[in-house]
């Protein structure tokens, strides 16, 4: 069996506050690209996981990481051995390793169903894994677990991820946010919703990790043909991967293709938001 661990990005992201149990109260607009990390898996004896791919040495331990975690979390008779080929940076604001638990809960889910309770055993291995688990666009509220579901007028948008090869942790990102509610997530369409919200952890990030400007400032350089434009491009979660929406897969490719041209060290993703 394989399944896709869907890349996660943050189409807006508002933080309206700090929490007394150390969380932050989130409004959201979560969406999904059509690719990401790739786990394989076949029957076992015992439950294993071996992680391989270009972002492996990211993960220290894999049976501390949340694919061996989720495996722990789900009731089944069967075991799984599990490869998990990681192709999205890790620390990256893509959700990698809770779209890779997102991903298990798909294989189970397959092999023996889910129970009732699948998306309170999702939370307890964090914020992002909730949605990951369907991977469709969705606003998400109070730590990110509470969904609302959204009909997205943006399904097959092609979509560019950039990020610069430098880690950023989420918990700094966090800490550095400067505590002003700058308001509610807006009310429309998906796309409505994209244009008029923002990233509040942009500032904070930008401060942490400098690069993440120059990628923005990559993204949204005005090209001889305007045509090629992104009509969005915005950092993704807590960063450091930032992304650009176009019109068309042409205008899409050629953005890609000249950063990698002037920024061979950057990591990129091309796809179409699902």
């Known amino acids: 069996m394989r399944e896709t661990a869907y890349a996660k990005i943050n189409l807006a992201l ?102 009732d309770d699948w998306q309170e055993r999702a939370a307890k291995l964090g914020a992002d894994v909730p949605c990951c688990v369907r991977s469709e666009t969705v606003i998400g509220r109070g730590t990110g677990t509470e969904l609302e579901a959204l009909d997205s007028d943006l399904v097959g948008t092609p979509v560019l991820l950039v990020n610069p090869r430098v880690p950023l942790s989420t918990g700094p990102v966090f800490k550095a946010w400067d505590g002003h509610d700058r308001g509610a997530l807006p009310q429309g369409s ?12 942009e500032a904070p990030a930008f401060k942490l990790c400098p690069a993440i400007v120059q990628v923005l400032d990559a993204l949204k350089a005005d090209n001889p043909c305007k045509a090629d434009n992104p009509w969005l491009a915005r950092m993704s979660g807590s960063g450091a991967t ?27 993703l091309s796809g179409k938001l699902r």
């Open 190 to 201: 998906a796309k409505e919703i994209a244009l008029a919200g923002r990233n509040d952890l």
């Open 242 to 268: 930032c992304f650009a929406l176009y019109d068309t897969l042409e205008a899409r490719d050629a953005a890609r293709e000249r950063l990698n041209t002037m920024h061979p060290d950057w990591w990129t």
């Open 14 to 115: 508002h933080v309206r506050g700090r929490r007394e149990d150390g969380y932050h109260e989130l409004e959201t607009l979560f969406a999904f690209v059509d690719g990401g990390d790739t786990l394989s898996a076949k029957p076992a004896d015992t439950d294993r996981v071996k992680t391989v791919g270009e972002f492996a040495t990211g993960i220290d331990n894999p049976f501390h990481n949340l694919v061996a975690k989720a495996l722990s979390g789900l009731p089944r008779t069967g075991r799984l051995d599990i490869t998990l080929e990681k192709v999205l940076p890790v620390a990256a604001g893509l959700g990698g390793g809770s779209a890779d638990a997102g991903a298990v809960f798909r294989l189970v889910e397959a092999l023996h169903g889910l129970p």
